[in-house]
């Protein structure tokens, strides 16, 4: 990476600040840039036409099922049509940038400096042998080198990937490029600020709605409501825990590195510390070892033994946080759901009773003592974006039609995903591993309504009144199955350490076929009902 500094300036550090306003595509000066999900920045006129995306079910939203191939060098991956989006930030910088170099543009005569620019021949730079002439494109234009190179991007005659030479450098030419690439640092520095952290971006994350934000901030932001800090448009990410689904805005950082070298040099170092300070810390949370709860589901907690007074005490006076694990014959299990008190009710002789609501997931990474209750160091669990919801049902789907015409002879025709129609009924957990994701959601759905006509005992109009009606969406269903259907707990414990809202369907699917089949030991209110051999759903 080409970095700007005081002093005199090369032809390369010269070229790579006008790439930078430059689209990979069009090679022309970036207008209304987009930046996709692979972190790559394009103009909106360069996005290609949207098409239907296949074998996709999960939230397949008209924004969704649409996609497009990925015209950013390197790429070509297929990306939703809703994931890509305006660069609010980078938008806003490119368009100060522009407005500085075109009154430098408007001035330029005035001063009389001229700069001879000609573009390299990528063939004689590749040291390729041709026998064609080498191809000179050049211009004299009034004003220093960096304008030289944009006045040619601008009139379409460098590309993107192309190195220029100048003439003999002189004094004045030094003097202003100097003065305007300083005025150009100055101006979109302001823009180059995170909304969260208020500090100069540091491995800056575009959401799809186009806000940006410090990865580690927005992570931040994310484990307490899934929803961008700026539009509150929800948001399915997962910055620190996949960031490999997540990319860096490419573009905004080639800028920070070239323009803000020195204080990204501060802001990394800062960031370092603050990871030493947190790793320095030898427990994250108070650990409540009882029962079995679930992210946005409700627990309610009868609080009376006097080291968990204490623990709720000290919780209340903090952040109103705690983990809740099940116990086991080994003492406790290992991944659990962090709660959040909403309502607490003291009682004279020191009980308290609590209402809770399930935030997020961990799993324990190490383990101690405090005042007699456990205290945790944890790593939380997240779930996959939604653009990998998509593709691991898409690929399971591909799957089970391969293994199908496989049996059949026939060849595996090419899919689009089709409009709803009558629901299939599962068989087989083969079955439920190919079926769309919406399917799994309506299977679900069935099975509840069904039980619901049936009077069954765990949908009694209290526990309805606790947990809520069966919700529509995909990603708290599961939660709410776990919390209503009388399951063991060790089939309920599956779910937590899962990290993809498609195999919790899965996996309440395969309940529900076993509880169809009456071959499973179910519980229901302390009693223990034996239907046939037991069976752990595969």
Not at 51 to 75: K, N, Y
Not at 221 to 247: F, G, K, N
Not at 431 to 450: H, N, Y
Request: with cysteine; aromatic share 8%; net charge neutral.
């Amino acid at each position: 990476m080409i970095v700007f500094a005081a002093g005199k300036l090369s032809p390369e550090q010269i070229r790579q600040v006008i790439r930078l306003i430059q689209c990979p595509v069009c090679s022309l000066p970036l207008k209304d840039p987009y930046t996709l999900p692979c972190g790559g920045a394009i103009c909106k006129r360069c996005l290609p036409g949207p098409h239907q995306r296949a074998d996709i079910s999960f939230f397949a939203t008209s924004d969704r099922l649409q996609g497009i191939w990925c015209p950013v060098p390197g790429c070509g991956k297929e990306h939703a049509f809703g994931d890509c989006g305006p660069d609010v930030a980078v938008g806003r910088i490119i368009d100060i940038i522009s407005a500085k170099l075109g009154n430098e543009l408007d001035m330029a005569p005035a001063s009389k400096v001229t700069t001879h620019i000609s573009v390299k021949d990528s063939w004689v730079e590749a040291g390729v042998p041709t026998l064609r002439t080498p191809e000179m494109r050049s211009m004299l234009v009034s004003g220093g080198r960096v304008l030289a190179a944009y006045v040619m991007a601008k009139e379409g005659d460098l590309e993107y990937d192309a190195e220029v030479t100048y003439g003999p450098a002189t004094e004045d030419q030094a003097t202003c490029d100097a003065r305007l690439l300083s005025a150009l640092k100055e101006g979109a520095r302001a823009e180059a600020d995170c909304q969260i952290c208020y500090a100069l971006f540091y491995d800056p994350v575009t959401t799809p709605c186009g806000h940006t934000f410090c990865r580690s901030c927005l992570q931040r932001v994310l484990d307490h409501a899934r929803y961008c800090a700026v539009c509150r448009r929800p948001l399915t990410i997962q910055p620190v825990a996949y960031p490999e689904s997540s990319s860096s805005n490419q573009l905004l950082t080639k800028m920070i590195t070239y323009f803000w070298a020195d204080l990204l040099d501060e802001r990394r170092r800062a960031v370092i510390m603050e990871r030493i300070s947190d790793g320095n810390r030898e427990y994250d949370i108070a650990v409540f070892i009882c029962t079995l709860s679930f992210p946005s589901m409700p627990t309610f907690l009868h609080v009376f033994e006097a080291r968990y007074r204490l623990m709720i005490r000290r919780a209340l006076e903090g952040d109103r946080t705690f983990g809740m694990v099940l116990g086991s014959e080994e003492g406790f299990m290992k991944v659990g759901t962090v709660l959040r008190i909403v309502n607490v009710e003291f009682f004279a002789d020191g009980r308290s009773l609590l209402e809770t609501v399930g935030v997020s997931r961990f799993r324990i990474l190490d383990h101690g003592t405090l005042d007699g209750y456990v205290v945790a160091k944890i790593e939380k669990i997240n779930d996959i974006s939604m653009a990998e919801e998509e593709e691991l049902e898409a690929f399971d789907i591909r799957a089970g039609r391969s293994r199908e015409n496989s049996v059949s002879g026939e060849p595996e025709p090419r899919s689009t995903t089709p409009p709803p129609t009558a629901l299939r009924v599962p068989t087989s957990h083969e079955e439920i591993a190919r079926m769309p994701t919406r399917d799994l959601m309506e299977f679900g759905k069935a099975f509840v309504s069904r039980m619901r006509e049936q009077s069954a005992d765990w949908l009694q109009a209290r526990r309805f009144t606790i947990y809520g009606e069966c919700p529509d969406d995909p990603a708290r269903f599961p939660w709410w199955l776990a919390s209503m259907l009388p399951v063991r707990e060790t089939e309920k414990y599956r779910l937590l350490s899962t990290t993809s809202v498609r195999e919790r369907l899965k996996i309440c699917c395969g309940w529900i076929l076993e509880w169809q089949e009456a071959t499973w030991w179910f519980t229901f209110a302390g009693s223990k009902v034996y239907r046939g051999s037991p069976r752990r759903p595969r």
